[in-house]
């Protein structure tokens, strides 16, 4: 059974850090694409950092570069994001999830396996 679990968040000032972790389960990171998405209230989902389990290529948006930095234990099988600088338009529910065959890392319907979130709330 795969299993999906972020941990993490909480409420932090404009300026603060965060880092959230995903503890997978059911399925071996080394063969699947990974990585974080949000979604903001009001707003669609969108690809926040991800990472292909092909040639490790990665994909930031362009508003989390330079603050947010992903990274990843494959012997624990755990994704984490450090998140710096953070930013109240940063504040949204952030999903960790897993795929198969990823072609467009920031496509979240190429992703199978989805975790329940955790929230992150940026306070100004």
């Known amino acids: 059974e795969v299993q999906i679990v972020e941990s993490g968040g909480g409420l932090v000032q404009a300026g603060g850090s965060l880092r959230l972790s995903c503890a997978a389960s059911?399925?071996?990171?080394?063969?699947?694409?990974i990585g974080w998405f949000r979604q903001a209230p009001g707003k669609e989902r969108e690809g926040v950092a991800c990472?292909?389990?092909?040639?490790?290529?990665?994909y930031y948006a362009d508003s989390v570069k330079d603050r947010f930095t992903m990274s990843v234990d494959s012997a624990k099988n755990t994704l984490y994001l450090q998140m710096n600088s953070l930013k109240p338009e940063d504040t949204a529910v952030y999903y960790c999830?897993?795929?198969?065959?990823?072609?467009?890392?920031?496509?979240?319907?190429?992703?199978?396996?989805w975790g329940q979130g955790t929230q992150v709330s940026v306070s100004s």
């Open positions: 990472i292909t389990s092909t040639d490790g290529s990665t």
């Open positions: 999830a897993a795929g198969y065959i990823v072609r467009n890392l920031r496509d979240e319907y190429e992703y199978e396996y």
């Open positions: 059911g399925f071996r990171f080394d063969d699947y694409a």
